[in-house]
Nanobody, 115 residues
Framework: VQLQAFGGGLVQAGGSLRVSCAASGSIFSINVLGWYRQAPGKQRELVAYISSGGNTVYADSVKGRFTISRDNANNTVYLQMNSLKPEDTAVYYC??????????WGQGTLVTVSS
């Protein structure tokens, strides 16, 4: 399984950005796709995840600003980020979990929010 992330970049505070991640390989129909982020000097943290059935979970810090969605036909997950803040600056990693113990990570994409 491979995860390829796209769409990071530099944006001003208050702006919007969308990142996407395409999964390929042996993907089971029941899975969870998610986004995590890691800021400099901090631990990696959950941003949001979405199940193959469409159930979503968000970190409190992004609720109301970020929206996660997925395209099951193309095994792609999206993260629409609005009202971005400088504290959202981080490397964003996509994540796939399937079966009981399978877990995969993408290479990360840098999102920088300037004040």
């Amino acid at each position: 399984v491979q995860l390829q992330a796209f769409g990071g970049g530099l944006v001003q505070a208050g702006g919007s950005l969308r990142v996407s991640c395409a999964a390929s390989g042996s993907i089971f129909s029941i899975n969870v796709l998610g986004w995590y982020r890691q800021a400099p000097g901090k631990q990696r943290e959950l941003v949001a995840y979405i199940s193959s059935g469409g159930n979503t979970v968000y970190a409190d810090s992004v609720k109301g600003r970020f929206t996660i969605s997925r395209d099951n036909a193309n095994n792609t997950v999206y993260l629409q980020m609005n009202s971005l803040k400088p504290e959202d600056t981080a490397v964003y990693y996509c994540n796939l979990r399937q079966r009981r113990y399978d877990e995969y990570w993408g290479q990360g994409t840098l999102v920088t929010v300037s004040s």
